[in-house]
């Protein structure tokens, strides 16, 4: 007798360990089958807006002057817009990057100095300005300027 309650404990304790590893198993799955409550925003992203546009004609110049250009922007997205990086198209023009990032809505400049020593004649210069945007696409902004002697 003893040895068949002790035999029936036997068999209801490896049942129950079989169906806790067998629930335990049916929850992780449960789990990863549970959709995150973490909601994400697929439309929270930065969108540039250039106020004045990407091209400016700086007009004449005298050979060695050098000249700022500005370009104005506006952040027309829902999330914050950080400006990467800027740089130029040559080492006569020098950019200057912003170093904060821009809330939705907020204003800003790109500034970049060209050095017109020795660079006689008509020019076209370009400055590239990687942000945050959707689809890493690099933003080209634009002048002209005709050095004079």
Same mark, same amino acid.
């Given at each position: 007798m003893?040895?068949?309650l002790?035999?029936a404990?036997m068999?209801?304790?490896?049942?129950?360990c079989g169906?806790?590893?067998k629930?335990?198993?049916?929850?992780?799955?449960d789990?990863?089958?549970?959709p995150s409550?973490e909601?994400?925003?697929?439309t929270?992203?930065?969108?540039i807006?250039?106020?004045?546009?990407t091209?400016?004609?700086?007009?004449?110049?005298?050979? *060695?002057q050098?000249? #700022?250009?500005?370009?104005? @922007?506006r952040?027309? +997205?829902?999330?914050?817009?950080?400006?990467?990086d /800027?740089?130029a198209g040559c080492?006569?023009?020098?950019?200057?990057?912003?170093?904060?990032p821009?809330?939705p *809505?907020?204003?800003? #400049?790109i500034?970049?100095k @060209?050095?017109?020593? +020795?660079?006689?004649?008509?020019n076209?210069?370009? /400055?590239?300005?990687?942000?945050?945007?959707p689809?890493?696409t690099?933003?080209v902004?634009?002048f002209k300027?005709?050095v004079?002697?």
């Amino acid at each position: 007798m003893k040895r068949n309650l002790l035999l029936a404990c036997m068999a209801a304790v490896l049942v129950s360990c079989g169906n806790s590893d067998k629930t335990a198993e049916t929850k992780n799955a449960d789990l990863s089958l549970t959709p995150s409550t973490e909601v994400t925003d697929s439309t929270a992203v930065p969108a540039i807006e250039w106020l004045g546009g990407t091209f400016q004609d700086l007009g004449k110049v005298r050979n *060695g002057q050098v000249v #700022e250009v500005t370009y104005r @922007f506006r952040n027309t +997205g829902k999330a914050a817009l950080v400006i990467e990086d /800027v740089s130029a198209g040559c080492g006569c023009t020098v950019p200057e990057k912003p170093a904060k990032p821009f809330a939705p *809505g907020e204003e800003g #400049e790109i500034k970049a100095k @060209f050095d017109s020593r +020795g660079r006689i004649g008509p020019n076209d210069k370009y /400055v590239t300005v990687k942000a945050n945007t959707p689809n890493a696409t690099d933003h080209v902004l634009t002048f002209k300027v005709i050095v004079t002697e």
